[in-house]
């Protein structure tokens, strides 16, 4: 079964320091992987996905067969960068649809 | 133009009650999905819907779950005999399309509290 994993519940940095918020996952097929972002007080949105292979805001992700990870990183984060985070993997569901497993999500906070 | 809304946005239930809740996707999306975020935890599938055709309800914990979109377009999630394990949040979403390179558009969920 897939399963997504992100290890932090919390991360919290100062402004100005590199970000990784961590995701594993196990599926058994080819995985299709997203970030999706959750600011105070707005609704879920996509952030990235891996087979964009872009970088949205400063933040990329790259995905690594070999350790089934698909982490996030941020050279330098910003005040406004602080969010929940989830990490999404797609399963094939009937009819065709790609449905995303969630993570838990990792609270990111960043101080001034 | 309007994402998806969803309402009511809170709802308090009694153990025991029926609640019923909206969700009114992005006009001319084809895909509609319902998911339950319990507290600390990150969203689950329930439900999905391909136009009026339920395609997949493998999510919905039990028949006291049940939703429907009969025109294709605004869907009701209906849960019976509401308990307490049902607190949560729960989400809708739509996209244009099912593939995969098809984003999902979040509404802000509604918040249940099964008292």
């Known amino acids: 079964a897939q399963r997504v994993t992100q290890p932090e519940k919390l991360l919290s940095v100062f402004k100005g320091a590199p970000v990784e918020l961590k995701c594993n996952y196990s599926?058994?097929?080819?995985?299709?992987l997203f970030w999706y972002v959750q600011y105070s007080r707005q609704r879920l949105q996509l952030l990235l996905r891996?087979?964009s292979r872009e970088s949205i805001k400063g933040f990329t992700a790259d995905l690594n067969k070999g350790e089934t990870s698909f982490h996030l990183k941020k050279p330098f984060a910003q005040e406004e960068d602080s969010a929940m985070y989830y990490c999404?993997?797609?399963?094939?569901?009937?009819?065709?649809?790609?449905?995303?497993?969630f993570g838990r999500g990792t609270s990111l906070i960043v101080h001034p | 133009g309007a994402g998806v809304s969803q309402s009511p946005r809170y709802k308090v239930a009694k153990r025991g009650q029926d609640v019923a809740l909206r969700c009114d996707p992005i006009?001319?999306?084809?895909?509609l999905f319902w998911y339950q975020q319990a507290l600390g935890q990150g969203p689950e599938f329930l439900t999905y819907?391909?136009?009026?055709?339920?395609?997949?309800k493998s999510g919905l914990p039990s028949d006291r779950f049940f939703a429907e979109r009969p025109e294709g377009s605004v869907s009701t999630l209906k849960i019976q005999r509401t308990q307490q394990e049902d607190s949560a949040v729960y989400l809708c979403?739509?996209?244009?399309?099912?593939?995969?390179?098809?984003?999902?558009?979040f509404g802000p969920g509604t918040r249940l509290t099964v008292t």
């Open positions: 999404a993997l797609s399963q094939v569901a009937s009819g065709g649809s790609y449905i995303p497993t």
């Open positions: 979403a739509s996209s244009l399309g099912s593939g995969r390179s098809y984003e999902q558009y």
């Open positions: 599926y058994s097929g080819s995985p299709e």
């Open positions: 819907f391909q136009n009026e055709a339920q395609l997949d």
């Open positions: 006009s001319g999306h084809v895909s």
């Open positions: 891996h087979i």
